[in-house]
């Protein structure tokens, strides 16, 4: 599947030299390292990493994030690691597994090295259709190996690549935030229990995306985790090369699963961000440019910055506010509404609230700020966190809640704990943010689309709810219905803003006031003769643009927004379902989601309108308001479908 060499250039020239970087051959039988090893080691290591903050840092400069630091660390293992490769190709696995695909700079750059990416192209990391987004994908970039993202994933099929490989040894680069999953622990039982050899190398930098591991995971450690599994473990001092080398020689040279611990801060070098929890993330420009420019590089070789800007989505919507609230920092606020309400001693026996390390991302971090009383800081193990909401409101009647909260594309890893909860008859509020496709520069493996999954119990069990709110004023009227309810309830956000939607013919928000929200109801937006749009979330108000553009030309198209994703509203579905057409807009996948199941409600009604559905329908294309439209879910794509839906 791999496609041809990708030379689509920016325009913009790399500032670092990849044609310096030398093809070090290192023999791991050789336990330490020659003064001319070492020199040539630290100039790679040195190239290596400047090349990682040099491009990486468009991802800043044009606001679609990115991450810095984790690539920036693991360079060292990288440079010994290739140094092995070429020396005994035979001998280990032509890969460099990396378990924490956020660190995909490090692979786009192998690839630039291997002559299968134009080095310049780089400089495009995470742009829409660059084909170097937020994550690794194998198919999608020439020269990657393999597709990682989800955290936890990796090691367990090292294991079986391993397997499939006896003659070989496989490498993988792992972090202290993976090893935090589950699986981690089942793929060493599996690694040691058939001594496959697997060779981890893990950036021990006590860093993640909420904290530090030391700090809010006390009592995980590395070292006594993986040895205890029976895996021989090495450590070193990973910005020390004769002790990162001897350990890894060390862990190469022993037969079986092994594991080097590797010790450092997080972007060592780089001062601005040394050591902080926001090394996790993308370098500034500005502080880019700072330590560029330290290591020799000329300031007109950097101007290329100055040029690069932020895109933006140029579509006007019709029927929404100009200005844009996030609905995932509201559902935190929301919930703040609801603490405030009860003392602080009320509040910590009744709520707890419980974070897998994406607290800023998800709008728990206002609870945390608020309300540290109900709070629980964990790590990234939300199969753990989820169960322990739910046994939180285990026996509850509704009145005790475990809220927990994490990106849509991790509930796809819950499923069967919302089962457990669900016969224990738990109550627990959760909340999936960066619902969707829209703004996920992260691309397919952190698209959140399968959320229907969470209802997953038969058709006698108790209800689940399922809600995603069109906008700000609507999530904070949703939180405060449902909070304290019994039974599992999950509410859905986007990772983009949402415009507010706006009354008919009027500057007033629609879900402002005294609008409450009933569970389940179905809610006419606009009423028509011609056929209707059923939407919900983010598309609510591209549906409405549409639909408003569509009555200007005379079609005479209704609009509703349906809160509840999975009850149906009796009273609702007849009027749209004996009007002419239903076209079904969402931005989850249209294979498992509104549009794959309306049909079937519709026809169980013996209501036959013409019926058309517009989904999330393939891999993502990077970058940000790029994805909606690369779905064809854009503007004009919903006008064109409603057109299609009410010719006869
Ligand atoms: C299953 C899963 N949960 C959450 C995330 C979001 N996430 C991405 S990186 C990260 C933690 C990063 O820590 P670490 O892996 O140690 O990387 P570093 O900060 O050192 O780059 C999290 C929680 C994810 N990608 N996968």
Not at 67 to 82: K, N, S
Not at 460 to 467: E, I, P, Q, R, W
């Amino acid at each position: 599947m791999q496609k041809e060499r990708i030379s689509t250039m920016t325009g913009y020239h790399l500032p670092v030299d990849l044609k310096q970087f030398k093809k070090l051959t290192l023999n791991p039988k050789n336990t330490t390292l020659t003064p001319d090893q070492k020199k040539d080691l630290q100039h790679n290591i040195n190239i290596f990493r400047d090349a990682i903050v040099a491009f990486t840092a468009t991802g800043s400069a044009r606001g679609q994030a990115g991450h810095t630091g984790g690539p920036f660390d693991t360079a060292p293992e990288v440079c010994i690691l290739l140094g092995f490769l070429n020396a005994n190709p035979e001998k280990y696995y032509d890969a460099i597994f990396d378990e924490a695909g956020h660190r995909v700079a490090t692979q786009y750059l192998l690839a630039a090295i291997d002559g299968k990416i134009e080095p310049d192209h780089l400089l495009n990391y995470r742009d829409a259709n660059s084909k170097l987004p937020g994550h690794p994908e194998l198919g999608l970039t020439p020269g990657v190996k393999f597709s990682s993202g989800r955290l936890g994933h990796m090691w367990a099929m090292v294991n079986g690549i391993a397997m499939a490989h006896r003659d070989k040894a496989v490498f993988m680069l792992g972090s202290d935030g993976s090893q935090q999953e589950g699986n981690d622990a089942e793929a060493a039982r599996i690694a040691v229990a058939n001594n496959l050899n697997v060779k981890l190398f893990i950036d021990n930098n006590d860093v993640t995306i909420a904290g530090h591991p030391s700090q809010y995971l006390k009592g995980y450690e590395l070292e006594k985790t993986l040895s205890g599994h029976g895996l021989t473990v090495v450590r070193a001092q990973g910005e020390n090369i004769d002790s990162l080398y001897g350990a890894m020689v060390k862990t190469i040279q022993t037969n079986g699963p092994t594991a080097v611990i590797v010790d450092r801060k997080m972007a060592p070098g780089i001062p601005e961000l040394e050591g902080k929890i926001h090394a996790h993330d993308v370098v500034p420009v500005d502080v880019a440019r700072k330590y560029l420019t330290k290591r020799g590089y000329a300031e007109k070789d950097l101007a290329f910055y100055d040029q690069i800007k932020a895109k933006g989505n140029p579509h006007q919507y019709l029927g929404s506010t100009k200005d844009k609230g996030s609905n995932r920092v509201i559902f935190g606020e929301a919930v703040n509404s609801v603490l405030d309400e009860l003392s602080e001693e009320e509040a910590k026996r009744r709520v707890m609230v419980i974070d897998s390390d994406l607290e800023g991302s998800t709008g728990l971090k206002g609870i945390h700020q608020k309300h540290p009383e109900v709070y629980v800081s964990s790590g990234v193990m939300e199969r753990g966190n989820f169960s322990a909401a739910a046994g939180f409101g285990f026996g509850s009647d509704g009145s005790r809640q475990g809220v927990f909260s994490t990106f849509a594309a991790f509930l796809e890893m819950c499923i069967s704990e919302i089962t457990m909860a669900r016969l224990n008859g738990c109550s627990v509020l959760s909340h999936f943010s960066h619902s969707g496709v829209d703004e996920i520069a992260d691309n397919t493996c952190h698209f959140g689309i399968n959320n229907f999954f969470a209802d997953n119990g038969l058709m006698d069990a108790v209800s689940t709810g399922l809600y995603f709110p069109a906008d700000g004023e609507q999530m904070k009227a949703v939180v405060r219905s449902v909070f304290f309810t019994k039974g599992l309830r999950f509410i859905f956000s986007t990772r983009s803003k949402t415009p507010y939607i706006l009354k008919e013919n009027s500057e007033e928000k629609l879900y402002g006031g005294d609008y409450k929200f009933v569970p389940g109801k179905e809610e006419f937006i606009r009423r028509g003769k011609a056929g209707y749009v059923i939407s919900y979330g983010d598309m609510l108000y591209r549906s409405l643009d549409a639909v408003e553009r569509l009555r200007k030309e005379g079609i005479d198209v209704g609009l509703v927004n349906k809160p509840t994703l999975n009850v149906v509203d009796e009273e609702a579905i007849k009027v749209y379902g004996s009007s002419p057409f239903v076209v079904v807009v969402e931005s989850l996948a249209q294979k498992t989601s509104l549009g794959s199941r309306l049909g079937s409600h519709l026809l169980d009604r013996k209501l036959t309108p013409k019926y058309r559905m517009m989904g999330a329908v393939k891999e993502g294309c990077g970058g940000l308001y790029e994805q909606i439209n690369a779905q064809g879910l854009g503007p004009d794509d919903i006008v064109r479908a409603v057109k299609a839906a009410h010719e006869k």
